[in-house]
DNA sequence: GCTTAACTGCACCGATCGGTACGGCTAAGC
DNA sequence: GCTTAGCCGTACCGATCGGTGCAGTTAAGC
């Protein structure tokens, strides 16, 4: 994501295609899906040559796999990372992202719950990552949720990972916001799950 | 469904192709996707010549749009409908569905959430129906949640419907069931929604 | 200023896509 | 037994798909 990161080998490169590339992967994976952009399409958005992708990438498939890989490596560090908010508030901060940004009136859709539809093979490494990264969301409440004292931080855990793609598949299919509703299933099963209770 | 239905007008048809067309649609596109579906492909598993679907239905995207519309048209009526369950059981009863057939070892993605993933188009007909598939599963819930005498039975119809659709993601993500989490958030939704609890 | 290589532009490949044309078969209804 | 029409089989269409070849341009590093 810096503009001037390093290729595969810290190879030279004359003006940064690679990054050009994945940014162009976000943008229409994100907003067209995966098999409803072509190679051409995404070249152009890219300025980039069709060349230069396979030479980076192997092929489309390898580019899907790497622009998942690329996504969100930390699993929402800005948001579990957190000093200043308490466990539960950090819990609650994963139902608050960002507000509708003009261009887009909703929240786009999870780009591994895209990736894991459009792709049918679950062997493809690109399901392979969407798994361990839903695991690791999971993985991250869980955590949070053991601070904040739940009597199952495990459970808890995997409960809000789910809200949290119910909000993602929900927006989607409805072309409406529902991470608000998924923020109330959160604060009900947050305070449902810790005993003392704030 | 039935295996002697009419076709478009009440023609003739000498063998039930339109059926068979239908079901070849929902296990192709259920299990590899739409988009990862062929016309041929779709021909051959329904063994029906390609210009028979032509004439039947319009296109593949009429095709896709007249499956959905022929799925679940009445909204889960094995469901709500069921006058020997209380509401409560009959909100549970929507997370307790048919325990995984041998071949797929975990419950299948919502047709719907697929439609709406792979076609990029909010104003593609499929589109539509799956917004309104979606809107009437909460409504079912709604119903459901007013009998039980819920506070606001329009928010927790809205909530339990989004942990539904968050157990078919997870479930496609994890390639793991997920339906058990979510019926343990709907339990406690539903215990926290009715003022008198059980 | 020379080397080196990332990058370009375009033409092109085979495969597959959704969709159509056409001639022939078969079975229901009178 | 004739009409009627749903259905078949195949060959084929143009478009687009992912991917490659090749000659040429640009720019960083020494």
Redesign the interface.
């Known amino acids: 994501m810096t503009d001037l990161e390093k290729g595969p080998r810290g190879l030279r490169r004359g003006r940064g295609a690679r990054e050009r590339i994945l940014g162009a992967s976000r943008e229409l994976f994100g ?3 995966i ?2 952009t072509g190679m051409d399409e995404l070249c152009a958005a890219a300025q980039v040559s069709k060349h230069t992708v396979y030479q980076h990438f192997g092929g489309k498939d390898q580019l899907v796999t790497e622009f998942l890989r690329q996504h969100d490596p930390d699993t929402m560090p800005d948001v579990f990372d957190r000093a200043d908010l308490t466990p539960r508030e950090r819990m609650l901060a994963a139902f608050d992202r960002p507000s509708t940004v003009p261009p887009r009136d909703v929240t786009p ?1 999870c780009p ?3 990736a ?3 792709i ?1 093979d ?1 062997e493809h490494p690109a ?1 392979r990552r ?2 361990d990264y ?2 690791a969301v999971a993985a991250r409440f869980a955590e949070a949720a053991r601070e904040a004292g739940a009597t199952d931080p495990e ?1 808890l855990g ?2 809000l ?10 927006t ?4 409406a916001e ?1 991470l608000g ?2 923020a ?2 959160a604060a ?2 947050i305070d ?1 799950a810790v005993p003392v209770a704030r």
């Open positions: 907003s067209r899906g098999n409803n859709l591994f719950i895209g894991a539809v459009e049918s679950p399901r969407a798994h839903k695991e459970l995997e409960q990972a789910l809200v949290l793609d119910g909000a993602s598949a929900r989607r299919a409805l072309n529902t509703t998924a109330a299933i009900t099963l449902q």
